[in-house]
């Protein structure tokens, strides 16, 4: 099997009058028959290949809200010395991103050694909330992730050929006691990965604080203005009882809390079995006398461990992964007995009421709110509330003719083999015939899904009311305790 060999080193000092993780060196070996050699030139007159690079990383993502972190002394050598290279932008492997490609101007010998150094990201003037993938300092370590930390071996998406990799840290620069922590684990890590594997990891290093129970890990390195050990201990019972639900019960989880120089703050991005959460250092102790909202977040990213679509074309599966993730991450606890039919109301009312059906953007199909969700955030709410009311309508649709639950779908999936958009087409003509898949070719094109009775149980009526969008009164949705 293919050999890739990664080992990261953390510096210390001052970035921005903080004494933190100041630099990262990542060094990777590969086996040769790693490396694409389909880009190099074989002579001066022949045309040089730009579809396939031997690496790649994303250079800017989400709307220009992630870049790739500063670099330098990017270096590739291989048994014969220094290997020369060039980059170049290549099609990209992911809508919300372009990619940059690493091409060698002469064919590599044996394996191959790239070293390079990456620095925390220097926010711009007035920054504000955004995706949680950039490679970020704080006072006293830093998060990151492996898409915008690690220069990996080129693979199209569909290629799923894995690596054996060897992933450790190096951590004698920094001060006793530090730690580095990955979604994949901690200590020196013997997994096989394929590029993707390795770029949805992520991680903290440095001198940190953590709680950790039964494989369920939390890690900050400032005193959040929330009480931590108090929402652990709500998300904790809610975590193990969700693993058992979704029969998935060794699964391990790791939450980064961030600490935002900005306001406001209050984002969360999921990994596989991971998810980075941020709070702003501006923020203060009475914000969160309520934390309803903070445990759904935490609960809304540990939850997309489980109901997963294919969204390489962002919005063909958006819907399903942020409809379903907080269709369950509302639910399980009202079924499980952790939360109240009064704060579950308040959460979908808060969920569908006022993020979608009071949304300028209610109607515009899947696809036009990928277009222009990073440049109106308003339209980013919308895939959330439209995939939680169409789930759940479904799921009452299916309950109401004795079909199949929509929870045995999600049981053969998850966030690291999610469902396709035809799997889920085929389930809905399996169970709801060709009425249902109307259903839900209406959905994504922008209709409202109507509501059936009892649609989130007994005790939670729905209420149809109406709101005022744009000056125009228009008909919405409450629901309330029956």
């Not at 604080?209 to 929402?231: C, H, M, R, T, W």
């Not at 939450?255 to 120089?261: A, E, K």
């Amino acid at each position: 099997m293919k050999q890739l060999t990664i080992r990261l080193t953390p510096g210390w000092g001052f970035f921005q009058l903080m004494e933190t993780v100041n630099s990262l060196d990542v060094d990777e070996w590969f086996s040769g028959e790693l490396i694409n050699m389909s880009g190099i030139k074989q002579d001066k007159e022949q045309e040089r290949e730009q579809d396939a690079p031997a690496f790649c990383f994303p250079d800017l993502a989400f709307g220009g809200r992630c870049p790739f972190p500063e670099w330098d002394y990017l270096k590739l050598e291989d048994e014969q010395g220094q290997v020369p290279f060039h980059l170049a932008p290549i099609p990209t492997l992911d809508d919300n991103m372009t990619f940059q490609g690493v091409f060698l101007d002469r064919p590599a010998h044996g394996a191959v050694h790239l070293s390079y150094r990456i620095f925390p990201r220097v926010l711009p003037e007035n920054y504000r909330r955004s995706p949680c993938f950039d490679f970020r300092a704080e006072p006293l370590g830093l998060t990151g992730t492996g898409l915008f930390s690690l220069i990996l071996p080129f693979q199209k998406p569909e290629d799923e050929t894995r690596f054996q990799t060897s992933l450790s840290w190096n951590l004698s620069a920094l001060p006793e006691g530090s730690r580095a922590i990955l979604s994949l684990g901690e200590g020196e890590i013997h997994q096989q990965f394929t590029r993707k594997d390795l770029a949805d990891t992520m991680f903290a290093v440095g001198k940190m604080q953590a709680i950790e129970e039964k494989n369920v890990g939390f890690y900050y390195f400032s005193d959040p203005p929330f009480d931590i050990k108090q929402l652990a201990a709500k998300v904790l019972p809610i975590y193990e009882y969700e693993k058992e639900y979704f029969r998935d019960p060794s699964a391990g989880f790791r939450v980064f809390i961030r600490r935002d120089p900005f306001t406001p703050s209050g984002a969360g991005s999921a990994c596989p079995y991971g998810f980075i959460t941020t709070y702003s250092c501006f923020d203060q102790p009475e914000q969160f006398a309520n934390t309803e909202e903070l445990l759904d977040l935490f609960l809304h990213e540990m939850t997309h461990t489980w109901p997963a679509m294919e969204d390489e074309a962002t919005g063909e599966g958006t819907w399903f992964c942020e409809g379903a993730t907080e269709y369950y991450c509302t639910m399980l606890p009202y079924w499980g007995g952790f939360a109240s039919a009064e704060e579950t109301c308040r959460k979908i009312n808060r969920k569908i009421s006022e993020s979608y059906l009071e949304n300028p953007y209610r109607e515009m199909p899947a696809g036009e709110i990928a277009k222009i969700q990073w440049q109106d955030l308003r339209a980013q709410h919308v895939p959330y509330g439209r995939g939680m009311l169409y789930i759940a309508c479904t799921e009452a649709k299916l309950r109401a003719q004795n079909k199949r639950s929509i929870l045995e779908l999600v049981r053969q999936h998850n966030i690291k083999n999610p469902m396709t958009r035809q799997e889920w087409i085929a389930f809905i003509a399996d169970e709801l015939g060709e009425e249902g898949v109307r259903d839900f070719y209406a959905m994504e094109a922008g209709k409202i899904p109507k509501p059936e009775p009892a649609l989130f149980g007994p005790e939670i009526q729905t209420v149809p009311t109406t709101c005022v969008i744009e000056e125009k009164e228009v008909p919405s949705l409450r629901w309330g305790r029956f």
